[in-house]
């Protein structure tokens, strides 16, 4: 369970990076990597760099969410270490020999 759990963060850092470099390519005011391209009618144009890009974005930020989500149902228990703890507190046998604690104040020596 814990090699699927490491496998899985990985795959996720690897995602998130990628996608922010894909983010990063882009231009909200149609720069970025798109603007490189001068002619319209190429295969590989302008127009479908920004449609490539932004299915890679929603592409990768979804693979990112679901990646996330099923990492938390992969994530290693550790249940046996708080109930082995758990154990051990309620086997332990109260000590018979407890210093007394004084129940009477004491008077201060200027009195």
Known sequence: MQAAYITL????????????IVVLLQN????????NFATGNQTFGVRQTADFLEKATWTLAGTVIVLCIVA?????????????????????????SAPEIPVTPVAPEGE
């Open 72 to 96: 938390t149902f992969v994530i290693p228990q550790r249940s046996s270490r708080h109930s082995n703890i758990k154990n051990q507190i309620e086997q332990t046998v109260p000590v018979e």
């Open 28 to 35: 909200s005011k149609g720069g970025g990597l798109a603007a």
């Open 9 to 20: 963060s990985i795959i996720i850092v690897i995602a998130s990076i990628l996608l922010t």
